[in-house]
């Protein structure tokens, strides 16, 4: 592949990043109150579902793995994420819990 192919190609995969971020934010990233690194996660699972772009090695390992499936992206995005925060947000108040 040439250097402008190259390029035209990594343009492509951020507009289409992007893209993805804007489709997402309101419905579903501010009403769960998703934070920043799980938003990236879920971006990243449906530019890799949607588009075939590459996973970024730094959100292999995420919480948001075992929700965000392709079959969620599919059929239930909201309802998948609603879960995942649901289930984060009670692994965040148990782990603030002091040890009675």
Known sequence: ??????ND???YLLFMHEF????IQEQIIEKYNVPQDLKERIVDIIGQELFNKPVQPMFMES???????PEAI????SGAVKKMMA????????QNTPDR
Request: no cysteine; hydrophobic share 35%; proline share 0%.
């Open 74 to 77: 599919r059929t239930d995005l």
């Open 63 to 69: 919480f948001a793995n075992s929700y965000i499936t």
């Open 87 to 94: 289930d984060y947000n009670a692994i965040k108040q148990q």
């Open 1 to 6: 592949m040439s250097d402008d192919k190259r």
């Open 20 to 23: 993805v971020h804007i489709l």
């Open 9 to 11: 190609y990594g343009i």
